[in-house]
């Protein structure tokens, strides 16, 4: 009985002879290359008739940031996160280190470091900012003029300084006193006393609110006959007296320091009835010659006489 072969075994074998000659032709057909990384891609190549994988990583394949794509502006910058796949923004650190500025951001331009305004609305007060810690400082003007004759202040319409003379200070007139001898030709040139000097001229001002008597007592008092050393401090006191009353010297001109004309005059006149006369009659000497003769700046002005002006 003869023997039949069903036909899917000649299919089967014809498929193996096929596969077998397949792979005896391309090593890769038998080839597994999966190397299970799904981030790469695997592939095989025949190289010197031996099948070769090929593993080529694929670019950004699992980086959740890949296709991630973040705006920024002037004011902040913005990044994707790694880890998570999603944007990130920073404010723009504006900060210039100026506590007297104010950092803000502006998103069309970036940065702007503004000076912080200190103006108070007084014109009296000079505005500024303490860079040590930012707040604002309101000093009063200083309209100080350093002397005790002005009333100081700031006047508030203009901001200006304003120096009034507060009437405590008189100016002190310059001295021009006359010796002991000048007032004694005056004596003379009046006729009160001895011959007329007819060259010289004739003053009567200071004498013109005085009575005969009075104006012959102090011509006496000038040309005294004697001599002797208290005649000639009471000679020189009287000229003394003379030059303040026409103003020649003032109560602010002092012979030291401490001591005005008027202090100066009673002092001489102590010395006299002390019979101190020597040192009177210098100081008085030196007081009509003007040796003895300082300004001084701190001094109550007497009431000047009326009515008394000589050249």
């Not at 998570?84 to 104010?102: F, Q, W």
Request: proline letters at 5%; aromatic letters at 2%; hydrophobic letters at 30%.
């Amino acid at each position: 009985m003869k023997k039949t072969v069903p036909i899917i075994m000649y299919i089967c074998l014809i498929f193996s002879l096929c596969f077998l000659s397949n792979a005896l032709a391309n090593p890769c057909t038998s080839e597994d290359c999966d190397d299970g990384d799904e981030c790469t891609l695997d592939s095989c190549e025949v190289i010197d008739g031996a099948a070769v994988c090929i593993n080529e990583e694929i670019p950004d394949c699992g980086d959740p940031c890949a296709d991630v794509i973040c705006d920024s502006d002037e004011c902040e910058t913005c990044a994707c996160n790694p880890d998570t796949g999603a944007c990130e923004c920073e404010d723009k650190n504006c900060a210039d280190g100026d506590l007297c500025t104010e950092d803000v951001c502006d998103p069309a331009t970036g940065c702007v470091n503004t000076q912080i305004i200190c103006d108070d609305g007084d014109k009296c007060t000079i505005d500024s900012c303490d860079p040590s810690t930012g707040e604002c400082v309101n000093e009063d003007k200083d309209c100080a003029d350093d002397t005790e004759c002005t009333d100081d202040y700031c006047d508030p319409e203009d901001g200006s300084c304003v120096n009034e003379d507060n009437g405590t200070c008189v100016e002190c007139p310059p001295a021009y006193p006359k010796t002991q001898g000048y007032w004694q030709r005056q004596c003379r040139g009046l006729g009160l006393i001895g011959k007329s000097m007819g060259r010289l001229k004739l003053h009567e001002a200071w004498m013109a609110d005085l009575s005969p008597d009075e104006k012959a007592e102090i011509c006496g008092n000038l040309n005294a006959i004697s001599n002797d050393m208290c005649s000639k401090a009471g000679k020189q006191l009287q000229a003394v007296m003379l030059n303040r009353r026409t103003e020649r010297i003032a109560n602010c001109n002092c012979l030291t320091p401490e001591g005005t004309v008027g202090s100066a005059i009673e002092m001489i006149i102590g010395m006299i009835a002390d019979g101190d006369c020597k040192d009177a009659n210098d100081l008085a000497d030196g007081i009509n010659t003007g040796d003895m003769i300082v300004e001084c700046q701190d001094y109550e002005p007497p009431k000047p006489p009326t009515g008394l002006e000589i050249d």
